[in-house]
């Protein structure tokens, strides 16, 4: 991990473009291309293997995403608002990575050490997002669960990237199509859905809308078994909504916080009992929180909109409470439980 600027620097692929004048100059290059293609039909456009990516978003899924893009070769800029968010996640992922060597070179310290200097060095920071997708094969997106902020960062971004430039977004939620109505580049334009945590968890879902070009979603099935992943294609609905992995994964966690609220039992037996009698590695609320409860609400108000006389989909006010009282679950040090 390098340094902290505006534009991206010191990353392998692209040190030239500490230069402003050869920036604007790709800049133009590209926003020329960009006109030229887009006057092309979108079967044209056809993308090479990706290997330079920009994820937006320094969270914990950008920030897991980042570190296995570096892991596995690709040159990977990390964008977030501001350099204190990207400073923490620059620690998280040389943490993460920590826990990686501890296992992979057990006896090996001087080998572990190399293996985490190698891959930070393909990692470099940005809070500019425009002066730095000029070169990059992927815009993956892994901001708030906010349709509009969604939007409005693709919509600009659309207008400065590369036309072979794919974007594609890591929603829980939202449908892809929506998101990628902000764009022109709609036929190059996926869904790239992973798990928390991402370096542990192996699934990607890879979503399609009924504008993603075949070449697009081969080329997001391709990176996402370039980094190590299994993805499973998620092409059948045109809104290109996230499989129903989602609705599983967070069905039980939304159920136990109503038996929770009717006062049926609590949070911690609710938790022992999922783990010691269902086998899940996590209980729902300890779930919940490693999630993110901000996360959690914007899945159960989405639920709630599409599906409003369904009586498990109801706003929760336990939920409600502690997301309007600034308790997201770890990362904020408090949620159902306390970190701190
Ligand atoms: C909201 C959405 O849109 C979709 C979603 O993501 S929903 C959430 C989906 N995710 C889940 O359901 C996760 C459920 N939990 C689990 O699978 C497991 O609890 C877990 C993989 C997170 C952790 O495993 P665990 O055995 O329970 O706990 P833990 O002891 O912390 O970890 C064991 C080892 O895994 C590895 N590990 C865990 N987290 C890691 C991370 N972030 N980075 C690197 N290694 C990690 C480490 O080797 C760790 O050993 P150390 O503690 O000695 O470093
Ligand atoms: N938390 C989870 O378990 C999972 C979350 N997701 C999805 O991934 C996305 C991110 O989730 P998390 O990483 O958990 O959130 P997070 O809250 O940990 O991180 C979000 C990051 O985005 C940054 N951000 C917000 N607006 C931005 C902008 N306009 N430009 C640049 N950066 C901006 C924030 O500063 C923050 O660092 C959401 O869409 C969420 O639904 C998907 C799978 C699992």
């Known amino acids: 991990m390098v340094s902290e600027c505006q534009s991206a620097c010191t990353f392998s692929h692209s040190q030239l473009l500490h230069s402003g004048a050869v920036l604007s100059a790709l800049q133009t290059m590209a926003f020329f291309t960009h006109q030229v293609i887009r006057g092309l039909s979108s079967s044209a456009v056809r993308n090479a293997a990706i290997k330079h990516v920009t994820i937006i978003g320094g969270g914990q899924m950008g920030a897991g995403i980042a570190q296995v893009a570096a892991t596995t070769g690709h040159s990977v800029v990390l964008v977030d608002t501001n350099e204190e968010i990207l400073k923490k996640s620059a620690k998280g992922i040389e943490g993460s990575l920590k826990r990686v060597v501890k296992k992979k070179f057990a006896d090996k310290p001087d080998a572990g050490a190399e293996f985490i200097a190698k891959v930070m060095a393909n990692v470099s920071i940005s809070t500019d997002a425009a002066s730095v997708v000029g070169s990059t094969d992927l815009v993956l997106e892994a901001i708030v669960e906010n349709l509009k902020i969604k939007q409005g960062l693709f919509g600009a971004l659309d207008k400065v990237a590369p036309a072979h430039t794919i974007f594609a977004s890591n929603t829980s939620s939202l449908p892809i199509t929506d998101i990628a109505s902000s764009t022109s ?127 498990l989909m109801q706003p929760s006010e336990m939920l409600n409470k502690l997301v309007a009282e600034g308790k997201f679950g770890k990362k904020t040090g408090e949620g159902f439980y306390k970190y701190k």
Not at 200 to 214: C, F, H, P, R, Y
Not at 254 to 262: A, C, G, Q, T
Request: hydrophobic residues 35%.
């Open 185 to 311: 580049r709609l036929d190059r334009f996926g869904g790239l859905h992973f798990f928390n945590p991402v370096p542990m968890m192996k699934l990607v879902e890879v979503i399609g809308t009924s504008a993603t070009s075949q070449d697009t979603f081969d080329s997001l099935l391709a990176f996402s078994k370039a980094l190590g992943k299994t993805p499973v294609s998620c092409k059948v609905r045109s809104s290109g909504i996230p499989y129903d992995t989602i609705h599983y994964v967070h069905h039980m966690p939304f159920r136990s916080i109503r038996l929770h609220e009717r006062g049926h039992g609590s949070k911690e037996d609710i938790d022992i009992a999922m783990k010691l009698g269902a086998g899940y590695p996590m209980g729902p609320f300890e779930l919940l929180d490693y999630v993110g409860l901000d996360t959690a609400k914007f899945i159960m108000d989405g639920w709630v909109e599409k599906d409003p006389g369904n009586p």
